[in-house]
């Protein structure tokens, strides 16, 4: 059995169609799951995509976290479940203080599209397990606030529990530490600004994203 | 018991100190442009108003507080200053 994917769609999101079809190409059943729904326990992994939650009002994730999916995405990670966000979704996650941190406006106030090459610095999250540390994975950015921030002491038990996931080879935005994605503590749930649905062909410029989708994927398949 | 009156609010959220502000800093690049070379320190920020009813101004702050932040400012990046004032007009009695 393919495992089932719910990729949450609130309004305003925006890449939830990308994120569908590069995983069903990889050979999981994805599903869209709107924000309403407050019940996820059905899914092997869940996704939560890009684009405008909410419009972005106040600040990026800001009001998504009031969603009744997010109890649900809590629930799901609590029980072990693989999350990922996306960009918007890092920005939804990091609101909801189901990972640390927040992204800010980019350094230089710029909006930020491009391929950028990523760094692999963990192992065994649910995005990167089996992919060894040092892989190099060139993976577009989409962004206006990615530029990861948090304090001196939480940037340190990140660093010393091994819950960077991915960092920018050459940092594009001004993030701490050059972080481009982060896990919790257990490592089931993983943010990250870089976009690898948009990296999993070759007429998209890059298949690189395939390596982390494919262990997100592999790690639903082994959801307990 | 107690009735209750309304009150105005005003959040304001800067950035923490430490936090890098470039927009901040934009504007005051461009202040010279105006004719003012005197002037540092420039933080953008946001100011949020609004009206609660409370039975006192001290509940309104309490409540205005959670409000500012729970929702108004995310404490990793920012900080919110809260002030309270009776509101004009219906709040008699």
Known sequence: MAPRIGVVVFPGTNCEHDARVALESLGASAELVWHGSSDLSEFDAVVLPGGFAHGDYLRPGAIARFSPVIGAVEAFAAAGGPVVGICNGFQVLCEAGLLPGALQKNRGLRFLCQNVTLEVANDTSVLTRGVAVGTRLVIPINHFEGNYTCDAETLQRLQEEDRIVVRYAENPNGSVDSIAGVSNEAGNVVGLMPHPERATDVLLGSTDGITLLEAFIASAATKV | ?93
């Open chain 2, 1 to 93: 018991m107690g009735d209750k009156a309304m009150f105005g609010v005003l959040v304001e959220v800067q950035l923490r100190p430490g936090i890098a502000d470039p927009q901040g800093a934009t504007i005051q690049r461009a202040l010279p442009a105006l004719g003012f070379d005197g002037i540092s320190a420039v933080r953008a920020g946001k100011a949020f108003r609004f009206e609660i009813d409370a039975l006192d101004e001290e509940e309104a702050l309490l409540h205005a507080r959670v409000v500012a932040d729970r929702l108004l400012a995310n404490p990793v990046i920012e900080d919110a200053t809260v002030t309270v004032t009776p509101a004009n007009g219906e709040s008699g009695a």
